[in-house]
């Protein structure tokens, strides 16, 4: 009875061993040609001298002669659909907070279709960085504004504070814009702040008496102490002008020396050249880009990016087109009238036009210092090439 016992297969193994003839298709009645195939595969096989393998590595090659013996029996295992899904979305989440443009999370999320799915994660969109949500104005469509959607609905705040730009300044649409501006700065997302304080400076989206001088100021301050260099320089000039706040010369010139200490930090961190003359900077000459250093100008935000490309590729520019609205010529700002005049003009030559005090005071040192000449001479000239001068708004002190 033990013999007769020991003999018999264990039902599990059993079992299994069906399930596996299942799996090949063994049970299953194959055609002549397909068993012809496969016994002169079984021939070449055994023809095949096996390989002689020395003692010392036959340790070390099992597990490959298992694999490979398990690949012919059947199927190669796929550690990929082993993985949990909570382990998959933990890697996508660092991927996005590492991507360096919108292609890496594109070219994992088309991979496969786990990947795909997984890639649609809040806890992944999340985590997407700047520069993976840096969609280009020539890509803008569907798909990139509903990618961008629903990352600002996961809540990603640099997504909320790109699309509310687009679509305040670009796609026309005011109280859709704002309130994902909003949300990004209660957030405490620093450009969102700032650019919130701009549109209350100028009253962007409505009339002239729509400013709010003193709720502009409290915007930048709040940037301000996140570090935002914009912020703290427009906050120095309102401080030293008496602009929405009661005036402070020794106040606005503090908040002036810490954005561009912050500003010259940038640039030497940024760029090996810098560097390298990094102490003579710092030793030889004023550490301060408004009083005598001048330093490279910094990278324009995405947002920025978008909306110069978005109107240039549609031909605005800085003078008025038909409706009259003209662009900040600051090139790293990319903001455009919402209303005739809401910009204010140099008061010296009364050409170029800014949208905030610090992209005029950007703006003067890399460029309109070399180009600003006085009214006069700009009428002469005007007046000698036959075309009639614009009249614009509000004017604007030059800075020294």
């Known amino acids: 009875l033990v013999a007769l016992l020991l003999r018999r297969p264990s039902p ?11 799996r090949r298709g063994v049970c299953y009645p194959r055609p002549q040609w397909r068993a012809e195939e496969a016994e002169e595969e079984e021939e070449g096989r055994r023809r095949k001298r096996p390989r002689r393998v020395p003692a010392g590595e036959a340790a070390a090659d099992e597990p490959a002669r298992m694999m490979a013996a398990e690949g012919v029996a059947g199927e190669m295992p796929d550690f990929f659909d082993s993985l949990p899904d909570v382990l998959v979305v933990s890697i996508l989440c660092k991927l996005s907070a590492s991507a360096a443009r919108p292609a890496d999370l594109v070219g994992v999320r088309i991979t496969c279709k786990r990947l795909n799915e997984l890639g649609s994660d809040p806890l992944a969109l999340a985590m997407a960085s700047m520069k993976s949500l840096a969609v280009r104005a020539k890509n803008w469509s569907e798909s990139a504004h509903e990618f961008l959607k629903q990352c600002a609905d996961a809540g990603n705040l640099e997504a909320c504070y790109i699309l509310g730009m687009i679509r305040f300044y670009c796609l026309q649409n005011r109280g859709s814009g704002a ?20 549109i209350q400076f100028n009253g962007s989206g409505g009339s002239k008496d729509d400013k709010d001088l003193r709720a502009g100021v409290a915007l930048c301050a709040r940037a301000a102490v996140l570090g935002h260099v914009d912020a703290l320089r427009e906050l120095g000039h309102c401080l030293q002008d008496g602009y929405g706040v009661r005036r402070n010369v020794a106040e606005g010139r503090r908040f002036l ?26 030793s030889g000459c004023s550490l301060l880009s408004d009083f005598g250093c001048n330093v490279p100008a910094p990278e324009a935000h995405p947002a920025n990016r978008f909306m110069a490309e978005w109107f240039a590729a549609r031909g605005a520019s800085g003078w008025p087109r038909e409706d009259g609205l003209r662009l900040c010529s600051h090139i790293g700002c990319g903001r455009r009238e919402m209303r005739r005049h809401e910009f ?25 210092k070399a180009e600003c000449a006085p009214m006069d001479r700009w009428l002469d000239a005007a007046a000698a090439a036959g075309a009639p001068p614009e009249v614009g708004g509000g004017e604007m002190m030059m800075l020294n």
């Open 344 to 368: 204010r003009r140099c008061s010296v030559c009364g050409v170029v036009n800014y949208c905030s005090r610090a992209c005029q005071a950007l703006h003067w040192k890399l460029a309109h």
């Open 179 to 198: 309130s994902l501006m909003a949300r990004a700065a209660m957030g405490s997302h620093a450009a969102a702040l700032y650019s919130l304080a701009v």
């Open 257 to 282: 020396i810490q954005a561009n200490a912050r500003e010259l930090a940038a640039v030497l961190n940024s760029s090996p050249a810098w560097k390298r003359h990094g102490d003579a900077l710092a």
């Open 12 to 22: 599990i193994r059993a079992a299994n061993e069906s399930a596996m003839r299942t």
